[in-house]
């Protein structure tokens, strides 16, 4: 699912006194954004390791969605260490070093 996609679902209905489809609201309520470590600008890259461009750079105090996960270069970070790369749009990732999920392992599907 890309960011667009996401996008779209979420201005679905609720304007003009229409609601939205019940599968737009429940697809939106299913998406969870985890906060980025505090203080941290961070690169977002084209693919799960340091060596892939970088794509743009989160603001301090951004919140992410983790669309899917895969495994990619080693990262250390404020929460750890992980090969745990998190897919945030479409052909954008994240080491899951730097975000809270509260978790050591997966919190999405397995990307691809």
Excluded at 74 to 98: C, H, L, M, Q, R
Aim: glycine share 14%; net charge negative; aromatic share 8%.
């Amino acid at each position: 699912m890309s960011v667009d996609s996401t996008q779209k679902i979420e201005n679905t209905g609720g304007e003009g006194g229409e609601s939205a489809a019940p599968e737009s609201a429940s697809v939106a309520a299913a998406i969870t954004y985890y906060p980025v470590a505090p203080g941290v600008r961070l690169n977002v890259r084209s693919g799960p390791a340091t060596s892939y461009g970088i794509v743009r750079v989160l603001a301090e105090g951004a919140r992410v969605p983790i669309f899917c996960q895969t495994p990619g270069q080693t990262i250390s970070g404020p929460y750890g260490t992980t090969k745990v790369w998190d897919n945030i749009g479409d052909g954008e990732y994240i080491s899951d070093a730097y975000v809270y999920t509260g978790s050591d392992g997966y919190v999405a599907p397995h990307c691809g």
